[in-house]
């Protein structure tokens, strides 16, 4: 693989997790939502533990209610970022929420895969990010539609990791404090 132009390894200091919108409307209508909900969750404590920043969206929560209890209860206070745009991008809120982080490797985690998942993907490597999904954490309203989405953001350049993948590559080893910190979470 040398000479290839290579992401960068997640950094701890880098890495900030986007958590988007996984709303109760949709609790029935995503293909594998519980695993959505249990990997999401498994990422946001891994991050709340080691400081990692997450934000959370909402896409119109007046029709699509709000993000759902397993998610919600894991906060201590929910900010949350409303938005009508399908990229979290096309919101100035999340926009400056972002930048005010100076996080430039961002993890995604939610829904839909090949809609709202995708388009922010798309518009935060244009931004320069470097972009790694949860494949185990998100998903889509058909496993098809699914497989679209991640095939897509593959092609474009985003990394496609799973949940426990992106912990372990965050931690490089094992015997730190952090992963003492997480080795309960990294078992699930």
């Given amino acids: 693989m040398q000479g290839q132009n290579l992401?960068?390894?997640?950094?701890?200091?880098?890495?900030?997790?986007?958590?988007?919108?996984?709303?109760?409307?949709?609790?029935?209508?995503?293909?594998?939502?519980?695993?959505?909900?249990?990997?999401s969750s498994q990422l946001i404590r891994f991050c709340q533990t080691l400081d990692i920043p997450i934000l959370v969206t909402e896409q119109y929560p007046r029709g699509l209610g709000v993000t759902v209890s397993e998610i919600r209860r894991l906060f201590k206070s929910f900010p949350?970022?409303?938005?009508?745009?399908?990229?979290?991008?096309?919101?100035n809120e999340f926009n400056e929420?972002?930048?005010?982080?100076?996080?430039?490797?961002?993890?995604?985690?939610?829904?839909?895969?090949?809609?709202?998942?995708?388009?922010?993907?798309?518009?935060?490597?244009?931004?320069g990010k470097q972009v790694a999904v949860a494949v185990d954490a998100v998903s889509s309203?058909?496993?098809?539609?699914?497989?679209?989405?991640?095939?897509?953001?593959?092609?474009?350049?985003?990394?496609?990791?799973?949940v426990q993948m992106l912990m372990f590559e965050i931690l490089k080893k094992a015997g730190t404090e952090q992963f003492k910190k997480v080795a309960a979470i990294l078992k699930e």
């Fill in 7 to 39: 992401p960068d390894r997640l950094q701890l200091h880098r890495t900030a997790l986007v958590v988007v919108d996984i709303q109760e409307k949709f609790r029935d209508l995503i293909h594998g939502m519980d695993q959505v909900t249990a990997g």
């Fill in 141 to 162: 309203s058909s496993a098809a539609a699914r497989e679209i989405g991640l095939k897509r953001m593959s092609e474009i350049g985003v990394q496609s990791m799973g």
């Fill in 80 to 91: 949350v970022i409303e938005k009508t745009h399908f990229s979290c991008c096309g919101n």
């Fill in 97 to 127: 929420a972002l930048k005010k982080l100076g996080r430039d490797q961002i993890i995604l985690c939610g829904i839909e895969t090949h809609v709202c998942v995708y388009q922010t993907a798309f518009d935060l490597l244009h931004q």
